[in-house]
């Protein structure tokens, strides 16, 4: 079915970025590989709610397969790419090569611990389904041990929740633990009252939320005390082990850490043999190809795209889907004979959820907070989910946990659940 | 709030049997306490419908703590129960001991691999949620590894699936394997026809469902052949090994094998010094108390009741259920200086569903098969599941995949997940 002589483009990564490039070739001349080492598109800005457990994993993801199974041009590969050799125009597998015309790079990025990678195994970070699913069993596992604890003292680091980063998935992250503390779990325990949790939201920079207008920072900061979050600001991790993180100079005894900071690209940046920027990212040119192949194109949060005017583009599934896009068109139009064109970015606005009914947004040059924002973002994130079956779910989980409080998915698995024991005779 | 003269009424295991037996106490002058390790109660009769995709396991487990967070007079451990001290009425765990002065134990089983324990990493069972996602993502993995894959033989193997064990979860299996690969991911290879996917069930004994009347295993049976699953009764797996299985003296490549067979008892038996059947089971008084201590009592898969037509009572969820609360009734009787009474299992039936839209049941004295047999699988099974949202999301889910043929949660996910790529380089 698939003629040979068409031009292969090679989508590595099926993330925002990919996925949409993907589907935008749908009626192209092309044939099409996507390359992703999982089997599924994960719906990223919604992974805190698994780790909450608000949502299942497979009510956000969706199998890549499923997503293309219709579109006859494109081919899906679950395999990990190690290396792009740019001078051959073939991917590296970790088993095989794939041969490409044009080559569209959107591998996405995990969290960075700003030098620090011995932090990770205490402070998981939230990017895969994985990490989600850890992270849910921490938080429900520190509930579960304080209720059997004796000491006072390590009871209330078992309650202490120290999120590091304040952007949206921080912010996220602290109001649906205080959340789970202060309503899903309030009855069920006997020994303790899940309220006496402490959260700990920790920023670096001046106010939560910097990629927001100043007063809906100030006005998530006020949501999040009256949660009883701590937000602590102009502060510092500057240690994590086991039961314990540094903030500043101040020791916290605190026995679940989440990472929400700072993020790294992936390693395939460096064997493209052109300039990075200092956190790694590809320093693309204004038709978003990369310097001296034009045959390369790089999206996402690989890609440092500075704007007309002068900002460099966040790591935001918005930017990823325009890119991701646009990226697609210029392929088509070189397939064409013709010239690309120069990225510009549409910015439509920002939003984060804090808790029930409470969310800050920005729409276009509209600042809004509280219910209608939070209904904003329930149905801008419905809408961009994929496939009936998950937004009909997924609205359906919000509205029951709007009205009853709980939490769907409160299972404690894997390997924190298989050691349920060895945790308790610490 | 809890007075300790009432009597202290221990339950291990939050399976059907502790469950339903902790809820029979509620408005009992008792403290109940409930000891599992794990954090939730698992719908073990739909866990296949995880392990093939069709359900997430959230929509089949529930918190323990949120089934009993009304019930004041009990409260959830999650520990691990390592031994039982008969003379001193105590549960040893892993860390700590309780003190009772009623137990009721309910632990549940395992897979028995037949005195082959080394076949247990080549052919996983299915108890547990990870045991579930194993399976998923082994099945997944195994159509995206034949993608891949140049060679034909190895080719073959990874589309051969061998499910070993008759009953009705081996059945349930094959059935829903079978539907995979016919139906929902039958446009999503490119390089693979998933239905040249050939599925094997083996039973050691002369007809499947033998727990079920004859004319019924073998409607299930030409149901399964239709589904072109290749059904072989009279034969026994004599060796397993990493891709490759033998039923008698044939061998057969297969990358999928899949235990659905003998299961074996908690070893928690072996430490009340009473005697045990052959596969490690109690043997219980009328009463279902152990012998010479009628404060212990045992429900569900730990225990061996022979019922008076002379019957084993096989380990399903209604036995475990009527156990569960007839034992809580007779703890209650004997608080109130009544004596207990004995135990009679009413059989109201047995069902096992096959696949789209078909099932055989047993109800009462009816045998039915076909649609109307798979409708009242549907609703028996939605009436027993805990919670109105879990019973909500799950009828959603079987109406949606009987619509679109789709499966709703086809991730590969974890260790499987992660080695994608190492599988590939094999």
């Known amino acids: 079915m698939m003629v040979n002589d ?9 993330g925002f970025g990919g996925l949409y490039a993907a589907r935008a070739l749908k009626y192209e001349d092309v044939r099409v590989t996507v390359v992703d080492r999982r089997n599924h598109h994960l719906f990223q800005p919604l992974l805190y709610q698994v780790a909450t457990a608000g949502l299942s994993s497979s009510d956000i993801a969706y199998p890549i397969r499923a997503v293309l199974s219709r579109q006859q041009n494109a081919r899906v590969c679950m395999a990990e790419v190690v ?12 088993d095989g090569k794939i041969e490409y015309d044009y080559l569209l790079l959107a591998p996405g990025g995990r969290h960075s611990y700003f030098g620090h990678p011995e932090w990770e195994a ?8 994985e990490d989600a699913l850890e992270i849910r069993s921490r938080i429900l596992m520190a509930f579960e041990r304080a209720e059997s604890e004796v000491d006072e003292t390590r009871r209330q680091a078992l309650l202490t929740f120290v999120i590091v980063g304040g952007g949206p998935t921080g912010v996220e992250l602290a109001g649906a633990i ?11 325990f006997r020994r303790i009252n899940p309220q006496d ?33 701590e937000v602590r600001t102009n502060s510092v991790v500057t240690m994590i082990r086991s039961g314990d993180v540094m903030i500043g100079d ?7 850490v989440l990472w929400a900071a700072g993020i790294t690209v992936s390693p395939l940046a460096q064997t493209l043999g052109v300039p990075l920027d200092r956190e790694g990212r590809v320093l693309v040119e204004s038709d978003l190809s990369i310097p001296g192949h034009p045959e390369i194109l790089v999206v996402g949060d690989l890609a ?32 064409k004979g013709q010239l690309p064109e120069p990225f510009h970015y549409v910015d439509r606005g920002i939003l984060a959820a804090i808790g029930r009914g409470a969310a800050v947004a920005r729409i276009g040059p509209i600042k809004i907070s509280g219910f209608l924002a939070w209904v904003a973002w329930v149905f801008i994130h419905i809408f961009f989910l994929i496939g009936f079956r998950n937004r ?7 509205a029951w946990a709007y009205i009853t409080l709980q939490r769907s998915a409160r299972l404690i698995t894997g390997e924190t659940g298989k050691n349920a024991s060895d945790s308790f005779s610490r």
């Open 6 to 14: 068409r031009p292969h483009v090679v989508i590595v990564g099926a």
């Open 83 to 94: 290396a792009i050799d740019v001078a051959a125009h073939k991917v590296i597998l970790q």
């Open 122 to 129: 205490y402070a998981p970070g939230l990017k895969s389904v």
């Open 178 to 188: 205080a959340e789970i503390a202060c309503m899903a779990l309030v009855h069920d």
């Open 197 to 229: 949790a402490r959260i700990i939201l920790v920023e670096a920079g001046p106010r939560i939320l910097p990629a927001f207008p100043e007063v809906l920072s100030n006005k998530a900061e006020a949501v999040l005390r009256e949660l009883h979050v």
């Open 250 to 256: 101040q020791s916290i005894l605190a026995e679940t």
């Open 304 to 335: 440092a795209f500075v704007d007309h005017d002068g900002v460099l583009l966040p790591g935001l599934a918005p930017v990823a889907i325009q890119q991701g896009r646009h990226a697609a068109q210029n392929i088509a139009r070189r397939c």
């Open 392 to 398: 009909f779910i997924v609205l359906f989980e919000w």
